[in-house]
């Protein structure tokens, strides 16, 4: 078959999970050569007149090497996109044109070019339950069924697609999200970040990564950690997000604040894997999370709450423990365990890293989104 011209349409500011795994993605294809891939980024702008605007998911594009165009928008729908869209999908001579979220979702299906291009749809799942995430699964339920394909990241997710967004079983796929290696670390490195979060030495690490929001539930970790009553650890959240303040005074009524330690952004996140004894994922819900790939390739002992595709990803007491959401006793314990034997957090490390290695890995998915986008053009 001949080169097959993607144009990806996706909202992003940063490098979030979603993005990230594009990312890989268009690297892993350009290795190949099959595929040709653009991105059209939405930027907010309320003067298109006024030069290329940059943020940090337009640095990792250009640093990968990635080709892309800046869709200038007003607002958060604006109806001024649908021609760029167009244009952008024509200039690209598009074979297939895809969309990332709710929104470019939507902007697809109104613009009409679901009807010109085969359309295939990556869903990603979704945040916190507010208003505007009712009004954006409204918006799913009309955009996504007109797709060509829904491409999901695990199991529950295509079930509740099928039961709750109209979309007909016979076009989903589940394809989980990839992990490349863990680039090589550099020991002082990591010894450094370690003195610039002051940590002493001797203590033991426990690690959480992720967005400060409520669906996260980095307040039942907080709980976990106060129950475990151990003066050799130290608690270490990374990421940033709306719910911090309200986290950062769990802490403090909880008695634990000079044992937990607000890391902030960061964009490279290994020496932190790497200075863990424990990664810890208290999610109520998780599709295929990056973070826990991350800890998989890492070999940093894994505990994590059992929903959404977490169990698709890792197994339990085989290469992490599961225990279930909203429950910090079952936290604690879990994590004393890892703390405690050795032979355990040995085991488990090793089962995990092979299987990300085996089945997450970024040829793994490129072979099967290669696949979805070759059965779409073969379609009639």
Not at 223 to 247: H, P, Q, Y
Request: proline share 7%; glycine share 6%; net charge positive.
């Amino acid at each position: 078959m001949s080169l097959i011209r993607v144009v990806k349409f996706m909202e992003a500011a940063s490098v979030t999970g979603p993005a990230a795994n594009v990312i890989r993605f268009c690297k892993f294809a350009h290795t190949i050569g099959e595929v040709k891939i653009t991105i059209a980024v939405f930027h907010r702008s309320a003067s298109p007149g006024t030069g290329t605007p940059w943020n940090t998911f337009f640095d990792a594009l250009t640093s990968a090497g990635i080709e892309f165009d800046v869709i200038r928008e007003k607002r958060r729908f604006d109806p001024g996109v649908i021609g760029q869209m167009r244009e952008i999908a024509s200039r690209r001579q598009a074979d297939i044109v895809a969309s990332h979220a709710v929104k470019s979702h939507f902007l697809v299906r109104y613009s009409g070019l679901n009807r010109r291009y085969p359309w295939v749809a990556y869903h990603h799942g979704y945040t916190t339950e507010d208003w505007k995430m009712r009004l954006y699964i409204e918006l799913d339920r009309w955009s996504l069924p007109a797709a060509r394909r829904v491409v999901t990241v695990c199991g529950p997710f295509a079930k509740m697609l099928a039961e709750t967004r109209g979309v007909s079983p016979d076009r989903i796929r589940v394809l989980p999200n990839s992990m490349e290696p863990v680039p090589p670390q550099d020991p002082q490195a990591i010894q450094t970040l370690s003195q610039s979060l002051g940590l002493p030495e001797n203590v033991r690490v426990i690690l959480t990564i992720g967005r400060f929001s409520s669906e996260k539930r980095q307040v039942d970790l907080l709980r976990a950690f106060a129950l475990m009553k151990r003066s050799d650890l130290r608690l270490v959240l990374v990421g940033s997000g709306i719910d911090r303040r309200e986290l950062e005074r769990a802490a403090a009524s909880l008695g634990i604040a000079h044992h937990v330690i607000f890391a902030g952004q960061h964009r490279n996140v290994w020496p932190f894997y790497s200075m863990a004894d424990i990664f810890v994922l208290p999610s109520l819900s998780e599709g295929s999370p990056n973070v826990l790939l991350e800890a998989m390739m890492a070999r940093t002992p894994i505990v994590a709450t059992a929903v959404g595709g977490v169990p698709e990803t890792v197994e339990h007491e085989t290469s992490a423990l599961l225990v279930p959401p909203r429950d910090p006793e079952k936290l604690a314990e879990a994590m004393h365990r890892l703390l405690d034997s050795p032979e355990l957090s040995a085991r488990l490390t090793a089962n995990a890293f092979a299987r990300v290695k085996e089945h997450f890995s970024p040829r793994s998915y490129y072979e099967r989104c290669y696949g979805i986008q070759k059965s779409v053009l073969n379609e009639p």
